[in-house]
């Protein structure tokens, strides 16, 4: 089955990446794709775009060419009270908030500590989806965690970059995280992380540790524009009747 749904793409506005939106749009129309996420990394990232770039998401049109658009973030969870670099109003104007562990922002500490942070991350109602929640350089108690995010219908993120640039040895933890999302009754979210368009919409490894753990795909998000949209509403974004029409 291919998913017509990416969350987490990078631009070279974040500088550490390589493409454009333009890129993006058409490596998407190319392969079938109806809506992805640009999720530039949040302002304390030492190469991350200014302030300034998420505030003026607003001028990206809502649907190129029949691809949708989101307007998105990936922070960067800040502490272990789960406070995230973009904040108050300003997250009501995006579409979709991510939010993940970035080594520069929050250094590696203890499995109680990356708990604790991803706990409250997720229980302060800012954050849509936790990305990669399986890095090995930050153990987490993966139940608690994987309960925290059912009840708060916050999704989690099998990132399928952390098993081929990144975050090598993540696929124990991610296929024991999908087993424990399955079993809390939560939601997956599978996220390609491209830092270049060529990667956009490619999930084999995830994908793979998915159908590993037999996770119900009717509570995996890519399955449709219309899956990840109403997951958004319900968590509060009301900016999303523009992508009607896909």
Not at 169 to 184: F, T
Not at 224 to 231: C, Q
């Amino acid at each position: 089955m291919k998913y017509p749904v990416d969350t987490h793409a990078h631009t070279i506005a974040s500088t550490h990446a390589y493409s454009t939106v333009h890129d993006y749009i058409a490596v998407a129309k190319e392969r079938g794709l109806k809506l992805f996420a640009i999720t530039d990394h949040g302002p304390d990232m030492a190469d991350a775009p200014h302030f300034w770039h998420f505030v003026n998401l607003r001028v990206l049109p809502r649907i190129v060419d029949g691809v949708g658009i989101l307007r998105g973030i990936e922070a960067n969870i800040k502490n272990d009270a789960g406070e995230i670099d973009y904040f108050g109003d300003y997250l009501k104007e995006l579409d979709i908030v991510l939010a993940g562990f970035h080594e520069p922002v929050f250094p590696p500490s203890d499995k109680q500590t990356h708990t604790k942070a991803l706990i409250n991350t997720i229980e302060s109602g800012n954050v849509d989806i936790i990305t990669h929640p399986g890095n090995p350089a930050y153990p987490i108690d993966i139940t608690a965690v994987a309960e925290a995010a059912a009840r708060c219908d916050v999704a989690l993120e099998i990132n399928n970059s952390s098993f081929e640039m990144s975050r090598k040895g993540s696929e124990a933890n991610c296929i024991a995280i999908a087993k424990a999302v399955r079993d809390a009754g939560g939601l997956l979210v599978m996220g390609s992380d491209s830092h270049v368009a060529f990667s956009l919409g490619e999930f084999p490894q995830a994908l793979a540790i998915i159908e590993a753990a037999k996770f119900p795909k009717e509570r995996l998000l890519n399955r449709t524009p219309e899956a990840l949209l109403e997951f958004l509403s319900k968590r509060g974004h009301t900016t999303l009747d523009d992508f009607a029409e896909l």
